[in-house]
C-alpha cells in the first residue's frame, strides 16, 4: 500500500516538537485524568449517541484507531458493535482476538476465516450467518452484545459501489425505524471505515447517483443519534466526507495530515500545522467543544492481521464474477475505489 507522507516543512516540524515539549512537562496526571473522565463521562457513557469521524491520510493509523475504540467499547459499555467490513485483514483477524465475531455474509456468497495455529488460543471463535439483504430488519433484530457484529457487503459488491451505497442507506433507514420503535435489543455503536465510499463529497462522487444514494445515510445519522446509536467513522480526509454530514461528527480523531477547511471546525482548521507532521498511531482527539487534547493520544498498534487469520471473501453480489476473490485482489480494487 502506499503510504503518501505529507510535505513537511521545518516550520511545521518545528510547531509541532514546540507544543509536544510545552506540553510534555505538564504533569501527566493531571492531563490523563480529565481527559480519561471526559471521555467515560461524554463519550463512551454518553446517554445520546456520539459519532466521531477519523481522519488522516493513509497509514495515519486510521483503521487501527478504530479497533482501539471498538476494544474500549467492549472494556467499558454493554453496547453492541456492529462493524462494517470493508476486506482487509487487519480488521476481522484483529477484532476476532477482542471477542467472538457473528459475520453477516448475503445469502449467495460466502467467507472463509483460516486462523493461524498460532493465535488459536488468542481466537475468541467466529460464526458466519447468512442474510437476505432485503430482510435487513431481522438482521438488525438479531445483533447481540454477546459477539462482535460484523455485516459485510463491500467485498462482495466491490464493482458497484453505488449499490454498496445503496444498501448501506437501507441498512440506515431500517435502524432508524427500529430505533424510534424501541425494537433494538440494545445500544448500537456503529464503526464505518472508509466512510467516503458511502458519503462522498460531490467531487468524489463515482457517479449522480452515487452521491444521491448516500443522501439516505446523510439524513439519518442526526436521527440515530437521538435513538442513543453512536457512529465511529474514517476518511482519508475531512473534505472527502460530504458537508452536510461532517458537522454530524461532533467528535473527531486527528490524525498525520488532516487539514480543517471549514469554518464552523476554526479552532482545529486553526492548528492545521499542528497535525501535519504526526505519526502514524498518533492522534489528537476533539471533543463537540473543538477543545482538543493537549498532546496525541498513542493508540495500540494491533498489526496487520495476516499472521492472525486469513479471510476469503467468496462470491459477488453483482454476479460479474463467480470467481472468488483472495485478499490482494480485493486489496486492489478496494484501493482503485478508493
Ligand atoms: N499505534 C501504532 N503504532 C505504530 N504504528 C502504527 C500504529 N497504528 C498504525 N501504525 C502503522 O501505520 C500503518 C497503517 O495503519 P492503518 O490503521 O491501516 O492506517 P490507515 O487506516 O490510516 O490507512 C500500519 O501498518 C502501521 O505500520
Ligand atoms: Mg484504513
Redesign the pocket.
Known sequence: MPDIIPQITPEQLAVLEAYRKSHSEQAESSWDEYWRRHLDKDFYSAQDGQHMLVT?N????????LLNLVNDYLKKTDHIIVWLDCGKS?ELANLGRMKKLRVYVPEGCDMEIRVSPDYMDEWKGHEIIKFRPTQMTKLWKGMSNKYINVISLLPYILTNVTMYVDMIGKLFSRLVVLAQREELTGRIELFC?EFHLICPEKVNQLSDDHYQKGTIVVRNAEMIRSCGIGLKA?APAVTKVRQAIRQCFTWRGI?RGTRFLDDDDLPLKENNKLWIGLK??EFFIADPNKRFTDKPV????WG?GRDVAHVRYIGTLNGESDEPLDEAEFTEVAEVIA
Not at 298 to 301: A, D, I, L, P, R
Request: net charge positive; proline share 5%; glycine share 24%.
Open positions: 488522516g493513509t497509514g495515519a493509523g486510521k483503521t487501527q484507531f487487519s471505515d474514517a490524525g502514524p498511531g498513542k493508540v495500540k498498534y496487520e
